[in-house]
């Protein structure tokens, strides 16, 4: 039912944390009606505060806010009943209160905690019939947070998406390098090219850690990895066309060069061919080695560019190989 209600809203550009927010604060604010609690509506700014774009944010969120809200009634106590119901008090409460959140690793939860000492003011007495509303109000704000984050939408097809988007400019990119080689003219959008992968890689990566951290037993998975790998193999490309650029001459081993780097770009995808590629580049090393050594300073130059390409492209498919194809 959830899901289907997702696929809806979508075409309105509506958010699906703003969405199971929504869900979650009338969830929140009916139970805590239905149970006649002073305060009720309150328990909407404890679900808001814990409503996390992922399980494990969310749930951190909620511990956090609960240890808060715990120490925050004893607190009260000892300053209200203790000195007295005056605003003055608030503020030394907090100073002493908020440090304890901090060392305890739970200052997370400091905005709730406040809006459970302020209910506990405006009562000007402390019994244990507030101290029992308050902490439904507390149960029933994380609650309703953590029923709707329960169900996490599958980031997969998102990440195939990237994942394709991601090799089509890895393709793209190589492509250059060889158009280059071939012609000596350079793409005038490369450098638009790169930035745009890179921000693409940037954003597949953040939405693989989101998947990530809405599973509890998992530290990694495929696409994390995979975008990880390419993020690394994309800092080899953007030096490799430093290079590639100081080959002016050397006809013979930019055209080797040139017709490596295109196969290679026709084998972008997400299945592991590095091995064949790293047999394949081996061999137009040793094609390279057998060549007339270089006859004057600029050539040897030139000729040094050209094994750091081949290194680098080495480098480059080392990483790839790392990559396991298996989910």
């Known amino acids: 039912m959830m899901q289907r209600a997702w696929k809806n809203l979508k075409k309105y550009k509506i958010g699906y944390r703003t969405f199971k927010t929504a869900v979650a604060v009338s969830i929140g604010i009916s139970i805590a009606q239905f149970l006649h609690l002073d305060f009720y509506v309150s328990s909407a700014i404890i679900t808001i505060l814990c409503v996390q774009n992922s399980k494990k944010k969310s749930l951190h969120s909620a511990f956090s806010r609960?240890?808060?809200?715990?120490?925050?009634?004893?607190?009260?106590?000892?300053?209200?009943?203790?000195?007295?119901?005056?605003?003055?008090?608030?503020?030394?409460?907090?100073?002493?209160?908020?440090?304890?959140?901090?060392?305890?690793?739970?200052?997370?939860?400091?905005?709730?905690?406040?809006?459970?000492?302020?209910?506990?003011?405006?009562?000007?007495?402390?019994?244990?019939?507030?101290?029992?509303?308050?902490?439904?109000?507390?149960?029933?704000?994380?609650?309703?947070?953590?029923?709707?984050?329960?169900?996490?939408?599958?980031?997969?097809?998102?990440?195939?998406?990237?994942?394709?988007?991601?090799?089509?400019?890895?393709?793209?990119?190589?492509?250059?390098?060889?158009?280059?080689?071939?012609?000596?003219?350079?793409?005038?959008?490369?450098?638009?090219?790169?930035k745009r992968a890179s921000d693409e890689v940037q954003y597949a990566k953040s939405v693989a850690y989101r998947d990530v951290e809405n599973h509890f037993s998992r530290k990694e998975n495929y696409y994390y990895k995979y975008f990880t790998i390419r993020e690394k193999q994309l800092e080899i490309i953007s030096?490799?066309?430093?290079?590639?650029?100081?080959?002016?001459?050397?006809?013979t081993q930019r055209e080797l060069v040139a017709d490596f780097l295109e196969e290679l770009s026709l084998c972008v995808h997400s299945g592991n061919t590095a091995v064949?590629?790293?047999?394949?580049?081996?061999?137009?090393?040793?094609?390279?080695?057998?060549?007339?050594?270089?006859?004057?300073?600029?050539?040897?130059?030139?000729?040094?560019?050209?094994?750091?390409?081949?290194?680098?492209l080495e480098q480059y498919l080392q990483i790839k190989k790392s990559l396991k194809v298996a989910y």
Not at 243 to 251: C, F, H, M, P, S
């Open 66 to 194: 609960f240890i808060a809200c715990m120490l925050a009634i004893p607190f009260s106590y000892i300053f209200f009943e203790g000195i007295a119901f005056e605003p003055y008090i608030i503020g030394l409460l907090l100073l002493l209160f908020i440090p304890t959140t901090v060392l305890l690793k739970v200052n997370e939860g400091v905005v709730t905690s406040t809006v459970i000492i302020l209910h506990i003011y405006s009562t000007n007495h402390m019994t244990w019939e507030v101290v029992l509303n308050e902490l439904g109000l507390i149960v029933i704000g994380i609650g309703a947070a953590l029923l709707v984050n329960s169900y996490m939408p599958s980031l997969d097809k998102e990440m195939k998406v990237h994942q394709k988007d991601i090799e089509q400019y890895f393709k793209a990119l190589l492509m250059d390098m060889v158009v280059y080689l071939r012609t000596n003219e350079m793409k005038e959008d490369y450098v638009l090219k790169l």
């Open 239 to 251: 030096r490799l066309f430093d290079r590639i650029l100081a080959v002016e001459t050397l006809d």
């Open 276 to 312: 064949l590629f790293l047999s394949k580049l081996q061999r137009v090393e040793e094609m390279i080695k057998h060549d007339k050594l270089p006859s004057d300073w600029r050539s040897f130059e030139e000729q040094a560019h050209v094994f750091f390409v081949i290194k680098e």
